[in-house]
């Protein structure tokens, strides 16, 4: 049985956890789960023991204290897939058109009057 534990102070490690655990039967494996960027506890764990010890453990330790505070513990629930993020999500409504703003004429003109110009009439 794969058991889900909340509320588990940020101090605690693999080895806290599965010594409050092992009171009520073997513990196959006890896992904090940490910030993969800080490397810090997120507060929540994974305990894997078998089914009869496990409902124990849950029903003897569920709002327990442990190191100051309070622990929930149920059975874990199968992770729900979950679409891959890509950021490949179809059109991207495209880039605009820069807006209006303030244009000078001259910039529309070659820059004054040449030769060419005054051969028109």
Not at 31 to 51: A, L, P, Q, T, W
Request: charged share 30%; hydrophobic share 25%.
């Amino acid at each position: 049985m794969n058991i889900y534990v909340s509320g588990l102070s940020f101090k605690l490690n693999d080895a806290d956890l599965r010594q409050a655990f092992e009171g009520y039967g073997e513990v196959t494996s006890a896992k904090i789960i940490m910030d993969k960027f800080s490397g810090r506890s997120r507060g929540f764990g994974f305990v894997e023991m078998n089914d009869e010890d496990g409902q124990k453990a849950i029903d003897g330790l569920n709002g327990t204290d442990i190191d100051g505070k309070t622990i929930a513990c149920s059975v874990a629930k199968p992770r729900e897939e979950r679409p891959r993020k890509t950021f490949n999500r179809g059109g991207g409504g495209g880039g605009g058109n820069g807006g209006g703003g303030f244009k000078r004429r001259d910039n529309d003109r070659d820059g004054g009057y040449g030769k060419k110009d005054y051969n028109r009439w």
